[in-house]
């Protein structure tokens, strides 16, 4: 067992483009489900059975294992009601919790507000990867954001380390807040100078770091050994966020969407096992989800835009088994084609929110949601 | 001697209009005068050439057809970016691939993204109509929204949807009925040749129009009921009022200030109203083209006034910092590692993160990106053999700068003539002063200096913005 008890953990893994969610966790058992997928269904023989009616497509072998441990909650029907089918619209409500109206604070940066109001360390929560998700996106809330942890620092090109010490004084000169300055100028030297702070201490990650465990090559991989290598690192970060893409598979899904779920399995896989080896991360969990699922009937080689999806939680803080109910297949029961979500994405928050991190969830996700006991 | 704020207006012009000018090019321009350097910039001269493809191909031959190789895509297009003459076309092609993003992340098959860029560079600044109906019969963009896969017995959505919803009219202005309709009147509109990828390696494809995969029947689209094929659905749908207001809004987002994210456009209004609508009148009244409404916006007061309202475009960066330093003059021997870089700052040239492409302005900025977007300037300014760095360099010892504050002054004017806040110049000021004065007797102790302190200048939150 690990020496120490740390603060709870978040690593949220995005899966990008509407993940299918009939083709990841499928209901086998069901005839409907081959008839509304003749061309990019799994045979029943290649479907890796769980229980007498779901099972998981053929490339999360890594993940049942871990299931069959204990560790992976499936949230089924995941969603909210009239999804709008739009990539970038739904993934603003995921992000930002706010179906009706335009939001523009994440949920997830919302926790790590909640977790360091007074910003005292910079690097509570990062992002792995380009960019800054709207999950992330709270004014006046420090993100750091490493798409390669190797290659982190401010004018590193400096070799003169007097030089670049004198800069760097400079910088952070330039970079003060300032009194009524615009949004933008604000947010531009806030940004500075976190991250000027943040590439100093993340620095000594990798010099800490040393693992057995062989991660694949993947990028979605490399972003969860990164995020070990921080974590380990004992920097204070509680909220990890990373993403792989492009779940959006219209068409050419029957080679696509395996290889997607190969790279998050061997890679959820490696990064689980990392910890272990290290005897740590029972205060880590992990959450999957996506925008949204996709629609039942395939449309000859992929699948549209649809509604109820699936997500994931994965540690060993976690309860395993199956949540929630599947949505009916049935043609009657569906809404313009697509499964009807049942359970609303802002209570799968809410249970994280409330019992992993033991906050008032309310003004998290804007309102009060049924949780689901998927957690210890 | 051109007076200095004709230069820093004609500074603002080509940093807008293209990817920036040096020193020496602007003194040209100021002399022909800011409208007519505006004609010029919409109506390129015949004698004006695109970027030197002659050069790339002797040193990059991979990035002629670069197929699945996006490195050597996103180097031919940044190369073409550097050295045209056509800086707007150029800057069009960007603005459309921002706004119709299609990504190699799916098309595996840089060859169809580089034909759809010029695509854009040839109707870019062309009719809007014609644009998007050339759009619609785009190989890259059939196979990026699944269109080939819209039959007339099994209607894919995909392009019908994004037609409305983020090439056109925006959210809100249609119902799923529509998207329906639209989406059945544009079966058939498919690619060919099919063939995969194995063992056959990539075929050029081509529009081809299955007359037979076409649904025939009766359709309502906004409205409107007819016997629909795409042209009418686009024939419909460009004349909507939405759809002026949309493209013109994308224009002022690009090219004049900053506006929210396109997904809050339905409940913010425009930064500034009235220019808006009166690029729209200007785009209705020219039945849509698309150059004329550059024509009215460059020249406007507004646009003038508009100077360092917006965060500079990774490309941008990338891009106006190459022209700077003279990186370009011929392929550098690093392109294949400079074109990543906008990529590190966050805009993956030729593979936007989905189909509504990049969130702009100060989303452009996170802790990674801005590490990214100061140490590329830095280390670029850090190479001052490149013969754009040569020139500055002679320029300042040509004009005798010998104080800091002259040396910072020239820094600023080399780097687009930058204007600063009083507080960052005096930090600068203060840095510059504790090198006391340039040396001319060493050059390259003097070279370093200003290498130095134009790092510093880049590293400024005022250098973000274009």
Known sequence: MTSTKKDPVIVVLQLTGGNDYMNTVIPYSDPLYYENRPNVGYKMEDIIKVDDNLGFMPAMGPI??????????????????????????????????????????????????????????????????????????????????????????????????????????????????????????????????????????????????????????????????DIAQVYMADLGTRVFYTQHASFDTHAGEYAAHPALWKDISEGVSAFFEDLKEHNTGENVIMYLFSEFGRRVRDNGSGTDHGAAGVAFAIGDGVKGGMYGEYPSREAKDLEQGDLVPNYDFRGAYTTIVEDWFGMDATPIVNGNFEKMGYLK | MSNKEDLALMAHLMRRAGFGATWEELEALVDKGYDAVVDELVDPPADRHGGKAELLIRYYPGCLLPGGNPVMGQANWLYNMVSTDKPLEEKMALFWHHVFATGNSKLDNCDQMLTQIQMFRELGMGNYQELILELSKNPAMIYWLDNNENHRDAVNENWGRELLELFTMGVSNYTEVDVREASRAFTGWTITPKLPRQPYGRYPWRFEYREA????????????????????????????????????????????????QVPAWTIEPARDEEALDNMCNVFEESNYEIREVLRFMLKSDFFKEAR?????????????????????????????????????????????????????????????????????????????????????????????????????????????????????????????????????????AAAERIAEMMALVGATTEYQFA
């Open chain 1, 64 to 225: 049942k294992e871990m299931y069959d441990q204990g560790k992976v909650a499936v949230i089924h029907g995941i969603g909210y009601p009239d999804s709008p089918r739009s990539h970038f619209r739904s993934m603003d409500i995921w992000h930002t919790c706010e179906p009706d109206k335009v939001g523009t604070e994440g949920w997830a940066g919302r926790v790590a507000r909640e977790l360091d109001p007074n910003k005292e360390n910079v690097l509570t929560a990062i992002n792995f990867g380009h960019g800054l998700p709207r999950a992330l996106a709270v004014p006046g809330v420090p993100v750091a954001a490493i798409s390669d942890l190797g290659t982190y620092g401010l004018l590193t090109g400096i070799s003169d380390q007097d030089q670049r010490a004198k800069a760097l004084d400079l910088f952070s000169r330039m970079y003060s807040p300032t009194v009524g300055g615009s949004f933008v100028t604000d947010y531009l030297r806030s940004t500075g100078t976190e991250a000027m702070i943040g590439a100093d201490i993340v620095k000594v990650a990798p010099e800490r770091y040393s693992s057995n465990v062989e991660y694949p090559s993947s990028a979605i991989a490399q972003h969860l050994r």
């Open chain 2, 213 to 260: 995969d076409h649904d025939f029947g009766e359709k309502t689209f906004l409205g409107q009921t007819g016997n629909f094929n795409g042209e009418d659905i686009i024939d419909i749908v460009v004349k909507e009022p939405a759809t002026a207001r949309f493209i013109c809004r994308h224009l002022y987002n690009f090219f004049v200030a900053d506006e929210p």
């Open chain 2, 308 to 444: 360092f309202q917006k965060i500079k475009s990774p490309a941008e960066v990338v891009a106006s910092t190459m022209k700077m330093v003279g990186s370009y003059q011929f392929p550098d021997p690093g392109l294949a590692r400079i074109c990543r870089e906008p990529g590190y700052m966050g805009q993956d040239i030729l593979d936007p993160p989905s189909v509504e492409g990049w969130h702009t302005g100060s989303e452009w900025i996170n802790s990674g990106s801005l590490l990214a977007r100061i140490n590329f300037v830095a280390d670029s300014v850090n190479k001052t053999d490149l013969p754009g760095m040569q020139n500055i360099i002679s320029r300042m010892k040509g004009e005798g700068i010998t104080t800091p504050d002259e040396l910072l002054e020239g820094c600023l004017d080399s780097m687009g003539f930058l204007a600063l806040s009083d507080e960052t110049r005096e930090q600068l000021s203060t840095h510059a002063n504790e090198g006391g004065n340039l040396d001319w007797s060493d050059e390259a």
